[in-house]
């Protein structure tokens, strides 16, 4: 028998979406995308009905009958019932929104504006500041290279992940800044949960400043090479610019979900494209003897979801054409010429001389990041996995 007695929940928050309602708890916490029906008895709860009088109201307004203990389980399970003796979920108090506000106002993008012009200009005036691999190898020294570049790379990650952060601060969401690991990378993230509390189109910004921010820094280091070339400040710019730039060509990487994965998902109003196009895709090759069972048939994936998932394959597929874009024109250049050094420093070389060493020295930092810190992080993974079942 239902409860006669009424429920208390969190204050939460109601998004309109494509296929449903987000409901979510006003502290950011929890989020669950619900059908109208479910939004609306839910409403009937949190305004203080009795589940026993909820369920004979919903029976009598939508003509079906509702397992309300089950309903009121999954608002447990999410977070939305408040247990006796917790405090009342609050909305977070946001710091920096005059901040985010100030980094995307009006003098600020005619400032960016102005920044993206005179880079393109001065590359169009200049030849030696447009990308190219040679840029990278800015001194001799090819182990020198490999440092500066790695140094420069997390303080150039932080400033994309600055500009989420701010993004969504604008907004006066609660995003956060937090020291990740993928695989044996240590990375920068901001948690952008808060965007699920925001009608649609407001997302959109957020998802992509991250991007924008990686175009001014790379516009921005073209113009201090154009200033101080052709000095190593200048020549160190253009290294740091080309990496830039394939960093922005990653985010088209549509299948690794990256931010232009959920720019796709947003504006086309679904909810979890990557798992139910993988899903397709599966069920349409099924007959290959190595594909993997598909769900496909299931019930599980969202109407929008299924309709959206065969246009989706293409746009994942239009990923994968664009990394092999990217290794064909910037990063296999890249690889081509640091073999070329190597190869001509080690056979060309004084045997024993600063350029052999250097060659060595190289090779050695290259061989720790692709097969040393991979062996490493591949044990502490599998000595985590045994722990956890034993």
């Not at 349409?284 to 048939?297: G, N, Q």
Request: proline share 6%.
């Amino acid at each position: 028998m239902p409860a006669t007695t009424a429920l208390e929940f969190h204050p939460l928050t109601y998004v309109e979406e494509r296929d449903g309602i987000t409901v979510g708890r006003v502290d950011g916490t929890s989020y669950a995308q619900l059908p109208a029906d479910g939004v609306e008895l839910l409403k009937r709860l949190a305004e203080g009905m009795a589940p026993a009088d909820a369920a004979e109201w919903y029976s009598e307004s939508f003509g079906e009958t509702v397992d309300i203990d089950d309903f009121i389980d999954t608002m447990r399970e999410l977070g939305f019932v408040r247990v006796v003796g917790e405090d009342i979920a609050q909305a977070p108090k946001v710091r920096f929104q005059a901040l985010g506000r100030a980094a995307f106002s009006v003098p600020a993008w005619t400032g960016y504006t102005i920044i993206l012009i005179a880079a393109a200009i001065a590359m169009v005036v200049r030849p030696e500041l447009r990308p190219h691999a040679a840029n990278v190898f800015f001194v001799p020294s090819l182990i020198l290279v490999q440092i500066a570049i790695a140094l420069c790379q997390s303080p150039a990650v932080l400033w994309h992940e600055w500009f989420h952060w701010l993004s969504a601060r604008r907004l006066g969401l609660p995003s956060k800044l937090r020291i990740g690991r993928r695989y044996y990378y240590l990375v920068v993230e901001t948690e952008l949960d808060a965007l699920l509390s925001v009608p649609p189109r407001k997302r959109f910004l957020p998802m992509l400043s991250g991007m924008f921010a990686d175009l001014v820094l790379f516009a921005g280091l073209v113009l201090l090479a154009a200033a101080v070339t052709p000095s190593w400040p200048g020549r160190l710019a253009l290294a740091v610019a080309y990496t830039v730039l394939l960093r922005i060509a990653w985010q088209f990487y549509i299948f690794l979900r990256t931010d232009l994965y959920y720019v796709f998902t947003t504006a086309l109003g679904c909810t979890n494209l990557h798992e139910v196009s993988r899903s397709y895709l599966r069920y349409r090759f099924r007959r290959l003897p190595w594909v993997k069972p598909s769900d496909w048939t299931t019930d599980q994936w969202t109407p929008r979801d299924r309709q959206v998932a065969p246009l989706f394959a293409l746009i994942l597929f239009g990923g994968v054409i664009s990394m092999v874009v990217t290794v064909a024109l910037w990063a296999g250049p890249l690889i081509i010429e640091f073999l070329t050094r190597v190869i001509g420093a080690l056979a060309h070389g004084t045997s024993g001389g600063p350029g052999f060493w250097d060659s060595i020295g190289s090779l050695l930092f290259v061989a720790t990041e692709l097969v040393v810190l991979p062996m490493l992080a591949g044990r502490a993974n599998r000595r985590r996995r045994v722990a956890a079942t034993g």
